[in-house]
């Protein structure tokens, strides 16, 4: 049995009938010339996916069977496996599709790979023969701002949109309730919805879900995690965070230029990442640039002895040179609350970024040591790039399967992959809360279960592969990277 049930169609229709997946056989395009281009082949099918096929999630070990409780299946287990439904076209289909109105909105901020995923989801609805394909410009806002048109979408709109970062139809923070975006879909005739965000916009998507339930409506919602932060609980990676990591790499590099080639320069380069540090390690790993990384998993003090600043002034002693790497997310109990929310209804962060540049030079100052400070943000340059080849290639295949998740009745799921699979997880799971490396590993501990699939993770921080991640001392735990 799978871990989680995945809202059908057929919930709310229990009589629906099935319509045969003919247009499916022209899915099956061979890994050709052709591929990039989506063009239908006339190969056919090897099998589709079947409703029952499933792919492991993890297997946790608890501690007894008693802890194990009713997901234990046999009395003296103690190992229970956790499984999601596999992506992919269904032999039966839910919607016809010369009756499907399709429509996708692209919410919150900017993230490499968008317009890849909507190319992807129109080339995929056309290649189902679905003719009427809008675009909901500027997020949920375009459901109810009248000035704002629908974009009429089709192969020959999207063929190109991928070689530009950003997103085609524009993003928003904020807008319409519920409601008045389920009381647009119903005026306009939307049956199908392409959703593309973060957390908050997948909440939405799942409230936009239930809604259409309560009103009994034949809609199929179907998100696709945005999230430049990786942060999206269980899935193995999300589109754009490859991107974010390849192109830090200039910023770092460029820091560490500027701090090289000074005297006793100090490069600080800051990274997108509110409550995870993927971005902000994973970058500085690949660069071997970065000789501390601060993200917000873990607490560090900057002053004191055994803080950060101490630690720069020892690197600037022997190095001569020092290159910080800090997540946006980091420190933030060292900034004054700013208590403010954006549209959207998120904190707005302090900026620890600047607060740490301020706080290095004023330190170095103080004690009468030169230090020649660079600070570096390039989180708007790096979040309107376009995506790189690998998430290119995750954007395409979500964009694909998000589609033919929507055919085959399934609403209120995401596409995401998992354990190198293609998956649908149902929204909430996803969403419950932001996927934190530390956390990530405690909850799992907490469980008792072993880190069998997110050995990586759980394991980075005591014993990474490429080189040491120490507490500076063991009063303070900032990460850094000596190589
Ligand atoms: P990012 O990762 O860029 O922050 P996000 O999807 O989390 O992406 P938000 O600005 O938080 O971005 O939310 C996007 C949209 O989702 C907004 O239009 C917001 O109104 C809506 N939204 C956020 N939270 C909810 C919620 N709990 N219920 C319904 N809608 C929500
Ligand atoms: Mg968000």
């Known amino acids: 049995e799978a871990r989680f049930n995945i809202p059908h169609i057929t919930d709310v229709f229990p009589d629906a009938v099935p319509y045969p997946s003919t247009f499916c056989l022209k899915m099956r395009t061979p890994v050709s010339q052709d591929f990039a281009e989506g063009y239908p082949s006339d190969e056919k099918w090897h099998g ?18 008693t802890s194990a409780g009713a997901e234990c299946i046999d009395p003296d287990c103690t190992w229970v496996e956790q499984w999601v439904h596999r992506a992919g076209p269904r032999e039966k289909i839910y919607f016809k599709p010369e009756e499907v109105k399709a429509a996708i909105v692209t919410c919150g901020g900017l993230c490499p790979g968008l317009n890849d995923v909507i190319r992807q989801i129109v080339i995929t609805l056309e290649i189902y023969g679905v003719k009427k394909i809008v675009g909901i410009p500027f997020g949920y806002r375009g459901f109810s701002d009248e000035s704002l048109a629908e974009m009429p979408l089709s192969r020959k709109v999207v063929q190109n949109i991928h070689l530009s970062g950003g997103s085609l139809l ?20 939307i049956n199908m919805l392409f959703v593309l965000g973060g957390n908050g916009t997948h909440a939405g998507a799942n409230a936009i879900h239930e809604e259409c339930h309560k009103r009994r409506l034949k809609v199929a919602v179907v998100g696709v995690p945005k999230t430049i932060d990786n942060d ?28 090289h080639s000074a005297y006793h320069g100090i490069g600080i380069v800051k990274l997108m990442g509110r409550s995870s540090g993927y971005i902000a390690m994973q970058a500085s790993l690949a660069s071997g640039q970065i000789d501390i990384c601060l993200i917000p998993e873990v607490p560090f003090n900057l002053h004191g002895p055994h803080g950060v600043l101490s630690h720069l002034k020892y690197l600037l002693e022997t190095k001569g040179s020092a290159v910080v790497c800090v997540a946006e997310g980091a420190g933030q109990d060292f900034l ?12 707005i962060l302090g900026d620890i970024g600047v607060h740490v540049q301020q706080e290095t030079k004023k330190y170095f100052k103080g004690v009468g040591f030169p230090a020649d400070v660079k600070y570096i943000d390039p989180t708007y340059m790096i979040r309107a790039c376009r995506a790189n080849a690998s998430d290119g290639i995750l954007c395409t295949v979500l964009g694909q399967n998000a589609v033919h998740g929507a055919f085959a009745g399934y609403s209120g799921i995401t596409v995401g992959i998992c354990n190198t699979h293609y998956v649908y997880f149902p929204i909430p799971e996803v969403i419950a809360l932001p996927k934190i490396r530390e956390k990530d590993c405690q ?7 072993l880190c069998k699939f997110r050995e990586k993770d759980c394991h980075y921080s005591s014993s990474p592969p490429i080189f040491e991640v ?9 990460l850094t990277c000596e190589q």
Request: charged residues 25%; negative net charge.
């Open 232 to 259: 999206i609980l269980l899935m193995d990676k999300t589109f754009g965070f490859d991107t974010a990591v390849e192109e830090a790499q200039r910023a770092i590099n460029s820091a560490y230029i500027e701090a």
């Open 336 to 347: 004054e609350k700013i208590n403010a929310t954006d549209a959207s209804g998120n904190i």
């Open 470 to 478: 120490y507490s500076i001392h063991s009063a303070s735990s900032a």
């Open 170 to 189: 524009g993003v928003s923070r904020g807008g319409p309730s519920v409601s008045e975006i389920v009381d647009s879909m119903e005026e306009r005739g």
């Open 48 to 65: 589709y996916i079947s409703k029952n096929d499933r792919v492991l999630l993890k297997v946790i070990r608890y501690s007894s069977p």
């Open 443 to 449: 909850l799992q501990k907490d469980s008792g279960s």
